[in-house]
């Protein structure tokens, strides 16, 4: 038999002294693995066209209008269905993106190395909140605003980084935690210390000072602004812990509106999937849940690396956003803490005596305390174009976790 102890251990360790740092942007066609001029990577397990979402065919249909292989929306999902164009999860291209979660290979993408164990992933960059492609919303406006970020605010950004050296991912979370931020859907802390080490070297490389002045705007108006590095850099996290034998650790959660799926490190790549749920949210006016969206999008790997949902008790304002009050979030974290292997060393509590998040979820502890993980996030309309129609709190579906433990317990002998 194998030593899961040991194992899972050695998984944790190997998520907790990742350290990822952005280091500059390119082509996703130039860079990618896997990568080529016909296909799209979106959010979540695979998924057909036909059982896609309707943010994600949005997204799809965006990106194919973006990539100028389409004219008008009816030619892009006459395309999209004529099986010319390629699907495939982001998570098997080493890639995370938020919501949707749709990159296509035009699209500038954050490198993210984990300098620990030379891991490198990627991740889009962040349109900021609302009507965005993430969300599903493929109209000019929309469309306009990724020219802008394909022509102006990437390149201005890549050249920075070059030139400051990269930006240390992992010290400003860790930093932000401590600041009312939980890591994934309050980056408010960390967008702004974000921005805040890049603009010197925006206003030293940038062009022009109307292009400096744009992009600084931009960066310190989005909240979000950090979130895609801050997913590509929790991707390079529990990558490095991928692939030990003998671990029951979850090394990746993802959604796409449809399935939610999860992968664990010593089952290999093998998804594991239960239909996705539906958020309980506080919607947008106008909006109420059946409007809604099940459960999409990448960005469930920060809980998968121990922040998020995870450290909520490290903001309690967040609650008033997707629906509670302060001591709902602090339970939040200390329920994660009954189904985690490990406390993390960089990322600390201030609320709970700086402990360390809660780290590593383990399929054995999950099934057997009848507690799945909680991830805070937004919500997307179910309908393509629409966009963002609210935000709150979701609890991942048992059946993954369930399905997993049964595939272990076939490989290792323990049936």
């Not at 620990?116 to 493929?138: D, F, P, Q, W």
């Not at 705007?217 to 895609?228: P, V």
């Not at 200390?334 to 005596?353: A, N, R, S, V």
Request: net charge negative; hydrophobic share 40%.
């Amino acid at each position: 038999m194998v030593d899961i102890e040991k194992a899972n251990a050695l998984a944790v360790e190997k998520f907790m002294e990742a350290r990822p740092v952005a280091i500059t942007l390119a082509k996703a066609l130039e860079i990618v693995p896997g990568m080529h001029e016909n296909m799209l990577l979106h959010a979540g397990p695979p998924v057909t066209f036909e059982r896609m979402s309707g943010p994600t065919k949005g997204a799809m249909i965006g990106a194919l209008l973006f990539e100028g292989k389409a004219k008008n929306p009816e030619e892009a999902e006459k395309l999209l269905k004529s099986g010319k164009i390629e699907f495939s999860p982001c998570h098997e291209h080493m890639c995370a993106a938020p919501m949707a979660g749709v990159i296509s290979p035009s699209q500038l993408v954050y490198v993210i190395e984990n300098q620990t164990h030379g891991i490198k992933c990627y991740s889009n960059l962040n349109e900021g909140r609302g009507k965005v492609l993430r969300m599903g919303a493929y109209s000019e406006d929309v469309l306009e605003k990724l020219r802008w970020m394909e022509a102006v605010l990437g390149p201005t950004i890549k050249t920075a980084l070059e030139a400051m050296g990269g930006i240390d991912v992992r010290a400003i979370l860790a930093k932000a935690l401590h600041s009312g931020d939980d890591g994934h859907n309050r980056l408010d802390t960390a967008s702004l210390l974000w921005t805040t080490q890049l603009a010197p070297y925006i206003a030293k490389t940038a062009k022009n000072t109307e292009t400096a002045f744009e992009v600084t705007k931009f960066l310190g108006e989005n909240a979000l602004s950090i979130l895609n590095p801050v997913m590509a850099g929790c991707k390079t996290m529990t990558a490095a812990g991928h692939n030990i034998e003998g671990s029951t650790i979850v090394t990746i959660m993802s959604r796409n509106g449809t399935d939610w799926g999860i992968k664990v490190s010593g089952l290999g790549d093998k998804w594991f999937t239960a239909p996705s749920p539906v958020v309980k949210a506080l919607y947008f006016p106008g909006f109420t849940e059946k409007d809604a969206c099940p459960d999409i999008g990448d960005s469930v790997i920060t809980e998968t690396a121990g922040i998020g949902g995870f450290a909520m008790a490290t903001a309690p304002a967040l609650v008033t956003f997707v629906g509670g009050e302060p001591r709902d979030a602090i339970n939040t974290t200390l329920d994660m803490y009954e189904i985690t292997e490990g406390e993390h060393k960089q990322f600390t509590i201030p609320f709970l005596d700086f402990r360390g998040t809660p780290t590593g979820v383990d399929i054995r502890k999950v099934v057997e305390k009848q507690i799945t993980p909680r991830v805070n996030t937004g919500v997307a309309h179910k309908d393509p174009g629409v966009g963002q129609v609210g935000a709150g709190v979701v609890s991942a579906p048992m059946k993954c976790f369930e399905d997993a433990l049964i595939a272990f317990a076939d490989k290792y002998g323990y049936n």
